[in-house]
């Protein structure tokens, strides 16, 4: 059996438009995400988020999906799409951000999701890494 935890967002809006007969209570979600993640052993893991839109209501498309391998504490492979560790601004989620906007300066050199093949290190006082 493999460890899943999937997650869900949704926003809840309320219309109140002046005009009674164009009046519409209820909700919407104008983004959703789900997301899979897990454990296959203990070195290799995975991750599967996608996007449902609004229009078609289906798993319409792939935001992240890889899979990480551990070599031991410090050394990490991860391999398919993610954000490029290029700006650190773009790498927080959106519902951990300090301000509303992101800044220009990422809206102008982020490399935003991609595919590839990253190599990682953290170590103590020291974390980095390379991407293909």
Known sequence: M??????????????????????TNGFTTRRTRLSFQGNLTKELSFRIDGDVTASTGVFGSTADTYMDYKFDDNWSMRLGQFKAPILKE???????????E??????????????????GYKGEQFRGWAML
């Not at 809840?12 to 005009?19: E, G, L, S, W």
């Open 102 to 119: 992101r800044s220009l300066v990422n809206a102008v050199f982020t490399g935003a999701r991609t595919q590839g093949l990253q190599l």
């Open 90 to 100: 773009e790498l927080i989620g959106d519902t951990n951000q300090q301000f509303v």
């Open 2 to 23: 493999i460890p899943m935890s999937p997650a869900s967002r949704a926003h809840v809006f309320r219309d109140t438009a002046t005009d009674s007969e164009d009046f």
